[in-house]
């Protein structure tokens, strides 16, 4: 058995505070959110209050300044319990725009918009994806034209997790149009400035309760302090922090792997099939073999990983392999626990059914698998 030596006793404590959370103030709401299509604001403040947000940001800046396995245990837990939808709206807040204020942002926007991060008073959100302009970044058409006082920010996004909540977004933008990928900035925008514009929630398949909509900026006036980093090194910014949004992604992957895995051995040892525990017939034995050795494979990359990510060495290749490939195994594992549950698996009622559906997007969000292999293949033959 593959025992985790990542964390230590106060990783271990907030864990079980983590999961004492998850029991009193998600699971007999989650079902509701799903219907609702969003989280409500209030959970964003009860998570903030319980250390669930940014747990990254440092105590001058309202947080606790702790490392980044306290965001990994959030998502673990969150996935152990069947929140995934939460557990992506959070990818979006504490793994996307804490990490990028954090490492771009200035003393004063750090000032201003970090407190209300880690406390839940403010919902965070990025601005990547458009109609035209998926995993291909450098096609993006939203535009920030120069004026007199800073920018005027023109264009719309889509597919925006925290889309209908957030207070900031970072919007990638160009900002030297003509200049291709150099000419990208990433811009922080006030949702409350006016010419801001929220369309519907988007109708998905899956993760019903992350909440996800097209978003509308219709000459949003900026001042030239909105830029995050550098002016024009909005693209080399977004590829140095996607690896940390991929191991999360992984993360989640993993550990919805290990729950599927949970789920259904506790069912086949119950199932009574052709008079004996389905557990107990060689074809159920054998493919549990399969599905438990690729969830435990998976878990074991995404925590060699994790030592990567605390010691500050994650590279770009890492974290696309951990994306592309714990992502695809776990949905094969999670479809092959599926089907030993039978018709069963095919209920709402089922944690697994609700599971195979929300699984499904990780493998595109982030960047698709196949926008992954081509990643990893490029740093293959860059590196060796």
């Known amino acids: ?13 907030f864990r079980d505070s983590v999961r004492r959370f998850i029991e009193r103030q998600v699971t007999p709401r989650y079902r509701d959110w799903e219907n609702a299509g969003a989280l409500p604001r209030e959970f964003w403040r009860e998570a903030g209050a319980a250390g669930l947000l940014c747990p990254e940001v440092p105590e001058e800046y309202g947080g606790p300044g702790c490392d980044v396995l306290f965001s990994a245990i959030v998502h673990e837990e969150l996935e152990r319990a069947g929140a995934h939808a939460v557990s992506a709206n959070l990818i979006a ?32 959100s ?24 800073g920018f005027v920010l023109s264009g719309q996004k889509t597919f925006i997790t925290n889309g209908s909540n957030c207070d900031l977004i970072v919007v990638a933008a160009k900002t030297s ?13 006030d949702t409350s400035l006016p010419g801001f514009r929220r369309g519907q929630l988007l109708d998905k398949i899956g993760q019903r ?36 949004e991929r191991l999360s992604i992984a993360i989640c992957a993993a550990a919805q792997a290990d729950a599927a895995i ?16 389905l557990s107990e017939l060689q074809a159920t034995r054998f493919k549990i073999a399969e599905l438990a050795s690729d969830a435990k494979v998976a878990r074991v990359f995404v925590d060699w990983c994790l030592e990567r990510a605390v010691a500050g060495t994650l590279d770009v290749e890492a974290a696309a392999i951990a994306k592309y490939w714990v992502t695809e195994k776990s949905h094969h594992v999670i479809d092959g626990c599926l ?10 009622d089922f944690p697994i059914s609700r599971l195979w559906v929300d699984s499904r997007a990780q493998r595109i969000y982030g960047g698709t698998s196949e926008v992954m292999k081509e990643l990893i293949g490029r740093e ?3 590196n060796r």
């Open 126 to 149: 990025i601005g990547m994806s458009e109609p035209g302009a998926g995993s291909d970044l450098k096609a993006i058409r939203t535009v920030a034209r120069p004026s007199a006082n």
């Open 339 to 348: 089907q030993l549950f039978g018709g069963y698996g095919y209920m709402r």
């Open 209 to 244: 309760a992350a909440d996800t909509t097209e978003l509308f900026f219709d000459d949003i006036e900026l001042a030239r302090d909105c830029i995050l980093g550098n002016e024009n090194g909005g693209f080399a910014h977004m590829m140095e922090m996607l690896p940390r």
């Open 262 to 277: 949970d789920w259904t051995l506790a069912y086949v040892k119950e199932r009574q099939v052709f008079g004996r525990a």
């Open 93 to 124: 807040h504490n793994d996307v725009i804490g990490p990028y204020l954090l490492a771009y942002g200035t003393a004063e926007q750090k000032a201003r918009w970090l407190p209300g991060l880690v406390s839940g008073e403010i919902v965070g």
């Open 380 to 382: 293959i033959l860059k």
């Open 1 to 13: 058995m593959y025992e985790r030596t990542l964390f230590q006793e106060e990783h271990n404590a």
């Open 177 to 189: 149009p003509d200049a291709g990928a150099k000419g990208v900035s990433l811009l922080m925008v």
